[in-house]
């Protein structure tokens, strides 16, 4: 599911899927990263900010309350288990590009989650270089990057318990390899921006910030 919500005088928005219950296996890790990418967005009037997972009703309630900004749900973990051929890479990406915005400079934050270990070497560098020009000067870009190639049988919802703290609930996802880049690796997939933050965290990911240049005066 995605959608389009967006706060200020004139508020529309639309229903939210709320996260399933909160179960006991459910656990909730530290951010490090997420408070830096918050108070970044934060200081733009009326941010736009792209999420590339699911809609989860909390995380809506929460930016939109935090930022009053303009948030764009597109989810791309449901075009990647509908993809019926993962070798069919060409079709995978145009799939996932039909779901984010054309105009380049039209973003203010974007929240990746562990998209990046789901997908082909070559359709991640493409994608990510689709983002890069969807970010406009003083962006930023969140995501977490694998840092050892384990089986994957589930996706993962980020629900956001606090600005640094995420609750990991396991959903239904594809029976497949995590994709591991290294470190160097991600940093050219994302050329053209800086990397702000980069924090390895026990759950065997790595968190990170990239954030693009702001415009010169």
């Not at 909730?28 to 830096?36: C, G, H, I, N, T």
């Not at 597109?74 to 996932?96: G, H, K, Y």
């Amino acid at each position: 599911m995605s959608g389009f919500f967006k706060w200020g005088r004139k508020a529309v928005t639309e229903p939210a899927a709320m996260p399933p219950a909160v179960t006991v296996s459910d656990p909730v890790v530290p951010s490090k990263v997420l408070p830096a990418f918050l108070s970044s967005v934060s200081r733009q009037s009326s941010p736009v900010l792209l999420d590339l997972g699911p809609v989860v009703g909390s995380n809506v309630q929460l930016f939109g309350d935090r930022l009053a900004c303009r948030l764009h749900v597109q989810d791309l973990f449901e075009q990647i288990r509908r993809a019926t051929d993962p070798a069919a890479a060409d079709l995978v990406l145009a799939s996932l590009r039909a779901r984010l915005p054309t105009e380049p400079d039209s973003v203010d934050g974007i929240l990746c989650w562990d998209v990046f270990d789901y997908l082909d070497p070559l359709v991640s560098h493409s994608l990510a270089g689709d983002l890069v020009r969807l970010l406009r000067p003083g962006g930023v870009l969140h995501g977490y990057f694998a840092t050892a190639s384990t089986p994957l049988s589930t996706f993962t919802r980020f629900v956001v318990e606090a600005d640094d703290a995420i609750r990991l609930q396991a959903y239904p996802g594809p029976t497949t390899r995590r994709r591991v880049l290294s470190l160097r690796d991600v940093e050219r997939m994302f050329g053209g921006l800086r990397l702000a933050e980069s924090v390895l965290l026990r759950t065997g990911s790595r968190e990170m910030l990239f954030r693009r240049a702001a415009a010169s005066p």
